[in-house]
């Protein structure tokens, strides 16, 4: 029998690949990224119970580790899929592996390493070596290198240092082609570029930041290791802004809902409140759209006098001098115009798929959306926007049906 193959290995793509193999089923999973977990590992923490986003992932990659039926790839991508439900060929390309899976983690390379990147895990505001370990939960717990930044043999430091022989740089590029049964596609997605949405000068003030930047921002192990810290100056802003629905359920930019937004700004009004008791956050906002148990989210702001939720799409974002955001907005409640000035502004910017790269799997609002017919099923956050909770369920649901496919 041959395997399912499970592109994309965020919390849909792991889960799926979990249950395939759970059943006894040989599956394999890759990954474009050095590490699995997807954005939700990027997270300060999740709701509803606002656990640190290794909770979950953790036990799923303990599953993995623990079951031969499943072989996993990171670093690599699909270049190409061929033939039909029950047969497909699919070419896949992974970059060069310099570092051997007997490194031990121990950092003496980094030590080493002369040459600095852009931290993609902090989304640039950081820097890591050109040789790094993704993050600290990182699964594989592997250290990586940056092909853009690593002198390779003119620098040989890292290889010189490494006791255990783990570095090679002159690994190549490998080329594989698979024989699968059925295909899962769940590349998952990307945060809507805020910097199309003019009349929200994202580019021009350092102190915009998005609602993904921001879980990095606050995060332990982020951008100000456990203190919000403006970029500009970096103070610990007192007055805060959430900008709900930028770019979103518009007609010029996503004309869609992405479902999760409204329940992330809560948490994370509430994750301010936490660390900054006297801090003041404005939540201007269209419709507050939370469902479930994020229900609790919306009664917790509603009873905190520092958070006030403002009925009303924000039309523009000036920057004074001193750095700070004047936002104009209408209260549409009170039929008022109010210009409210603010330290930081949090851009909730919506969700956008993935794009797998193949014209086989595109549909319209660039979610995928494949006919079960042709034996490939899509899982997760690449089929619509959906909170963790939801893509869990999805991605169990797509695991039933791919297997039935032989
Ligand atoms: C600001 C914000 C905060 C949020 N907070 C929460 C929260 O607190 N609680 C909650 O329940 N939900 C939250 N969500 C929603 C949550 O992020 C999603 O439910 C979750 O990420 C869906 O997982 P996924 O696996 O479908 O997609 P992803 O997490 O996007 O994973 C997709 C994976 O596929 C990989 N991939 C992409 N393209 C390819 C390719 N071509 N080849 C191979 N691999 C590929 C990616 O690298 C990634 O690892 C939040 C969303 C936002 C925007």
Not at 84 to 97: H, L, N, R, S
Not at 149 to 175: P, Q, W
Not at 228 to 244: C, G, H, M, T, Y
Not at 360 to 384: P, R
Request: overall charge neutral.
């Amino acid at each position: 029998m041959k395997p399912v193959l499970v592109i994309g290995g965020g919390i849909s793509g792991v889960t799926t690949a979990v249950e395939i193999a759970e059943v006894g089923k040989e599956v394999i999973l890759i990954e474009k990224e050095p590490y699995f977990g997807g954005n939700v590992v990027k997270f300060n923490n999740y709701f509803p119970k606002l656990c640190p986003p290794t909770c979950g992932l953790e036990i799923n990659f303990r599953r993995i580790k623990q079951n031969s039926k499943i072989k996993y790839f990171t670093s690599t991508e699909v270049q190409e899929i061929s033939g039909e439900k029950g047969d497909f060929k699919v070419k896949i390309k992974t970059a060069p592996q310099y570092v051997k899976n007997n490194c031990t983690s121990c950092g003496k390379c980094i030590e080493v390493c002369p040459e600095e990147r852009p931290s993609d895990f902090n989304y640039g505001f950081t820097k890591t070596k050109a040789i790094y370990l993704p993050h600290e939960m990182a699964f594989p717990y592997k250290f990586n290198i940056d092909d853009e930044y690593c002198k390779k043999e003119l620098c040989n430091k890292c290889v010189e240092v490494c006791e255990y022989n783990a570095i090679d740089l002159s690994a190549k590029k490998e080329f594989a082609e698979l024989e699968v049964s059925s295909i899962v596609v769940s590349t998952g997605w990307k945060n809507y570029d805020a910097s199309k949405i003019e009349n929200l000068n994202y580019l021009t003030s350092k102190n915009i930041i998005t609602n993904v930047e921001f879980e990095r921002f606050i995060a332990s192990n982020g951008v100000g290791e456990n203190k919000l810290l403006r970029l500009s100056d970096n103070s610990e802003p007192k007055k805060i802004a959430f900008v709900q629905c930028a770019g979103s359920r518009d007609e010029n930019h996503l004309p869609y809902c992405s479902a999760v937004c409204c329940s992330a700004s809560l948490k994370h009004a509430l994750t301010i409140q936490e660390l900054y008791p006297e801090s003041e956050i404005k939540i201007f906002y269209i419709d507050m759209r939370v469902v479930g148990r994020n229900e609790d989210f919306l009664v917790k702001v509603q009873n905190n006098k520092n958070i006030e939720l403002v009925k009303g799409k924000v039309g523009k974002i000036n920057e004074t001098e001193n750095n700070n955001l004047i936002l104009e907005a209408e209260d549409i409640l009170s039929g008022r115009k109010i210009i409210y000035e603010a330290e930081m502004v949090v851009l909730a910017t919506g969700i956008v798929p993935s794009d797998l790269g193949l014209d086989l799997l595109k549909e319209s609002n660039g979610f995928h959306n494949i006919d079960q017919k042709y034996g490939i099923y899509v899982a997760g956050c690449g089929k619509k926007p959906m909170d963790v909770s939801a893509s869990v369920k999805d991605a169990t649901a797509v695991a039933l049906k791919a297997i039935q496919i032989n």
